[in-house]
Every structure is written in structure tokens, then in C-alpha cells.
């Protein structure tokens, strides 16, 4: 029985670890970020590449404005985290900085929420992140 137990274990284990979603790699591309309050939708982008850059574009009438920053992604097997840096606030915006945990990432959604600031905080950091691929 005790054989049966740990070949059962095995098996799982590695179903699970194959199944699982490598972030870093399947993040690379462009998502819409997902506004709740009254700003028109599809107006600001977020651009991921495979070298752990990112580039916000939020576009206003006929201005464009454009945060360019760095990202890092924990793909750890128990919950995946990613951090920001290098984010700045424009035109109403929040800077991005921070750790985020991704609460969801699966079908071309990507929702994370950010629970500690740069400086290590805790209070005031949550911040709901929800985005869509475009591409």
C-alpha cells in the first residue's frame, strides 16, 4: 500500500508542475487594461516584453502619454507574484510600483492585486490590476 501511496504522489506531482502556467512566458504581448470608473474603455495598454520590460500607453483625446518600466515575475508553484518598478503617476493615473499577486491568469485575463509598495508598505498599496490580450 505504501508503494501505491508514493507512486500516486509522484504521478500528481508531476501533472501538477506540468500543468502549470509559465507567467514570464506567456505574459509577452499587449493587454488593455480593464478601468472601473468612468474613463472610456480601451484607452490605456500595457505592453510586456520577454526582457522584463513594460510600457504603459494611455491615450486622452489626442494625447498620448507613455510610462515605460521593468517587471519581475516570481513563478513560484504556490502563488505567482510579479513586481514593478520604475512606473510613474501621470494624468490621474497610479504609479505602478509594487508587489503584485496574480489572483488569475488564464484565457487572456490577467487579474492581480498589488499588496506592498516599494518602500515594503502594506497600507495604502492595494491596487486591482484587471486586463485583457489584445494580442
Same mark, same amino acid.
Given at each position: ?7 500516486? /504522489? ?10 502549470? @502556467?509559465n507567467v514570464a512566458d506567456e505574459i509577452v504581448g499587449t ?11 480601451? @484607452?490605456? &495598454?500595457?505592453? *510586456? ?5 513594460? /510600457? !504603459? ?17 516570481? +513563478?513560484?508553484?504556490? #502563488? #505567482?507574484?510579479?513586481?514593478? @518598478?520604475?512606473? /510613474?503617476? *501621470? *494624468?490621474?493615473?497610479?504609479? &505602478?510600483?509594487?508587489?503584485? !499577486?496574480?489572483? #488569475? ?13 516599494? +518602500? ?5 498599496a492595494y491596487l486591482r490590476v484587471e486586463m485583457i490580450r #489584445?494580442?
Open positions: 500500500m505504501k508503494i501505491g501511496s508514493i507512486i500516486l /504522489v509522484i504521478i500528481s506531482t508531476f501533472i501538477l508542475m506540468t500543468g502549470c @502556467t493587454w488593455e487594461y480593464q478601468t472601473f470608473d468612468t474613463q472610456p474603455s480601451g @484607452t490605456i &495598454l500595457c505592453t *510586456f516584453d520577454d526582457s522584463g520590460n513594460m /510600457v !504603459r500607453m494611455a491615450t486622452y483625446g489626442d494625447s498620448l502619454y507613455i510610462d515605460s518600466c521593468e517587471y519581475i515575475i516570481d +513563478n513560484s508553484i504556490l #502563488k #505567482k507574484k510579479m513586481t514593478i @518598478t520604475g512606473s /510613474v503617476k *501621470f *494624468f490621474g493615473l497610479p504609479p &505602478l510600483d509594487g508587489l503584485y !499577486r496574480i489572483d #488569475k491568469f488564464k484565457d487572456d485575463i490577467l487579474i492581480m492585486t498589488r499588496f506592498r509598495l516599494p +518602500n515594503d508598505e502594506k497600507a495604502g #489584445k494580442n
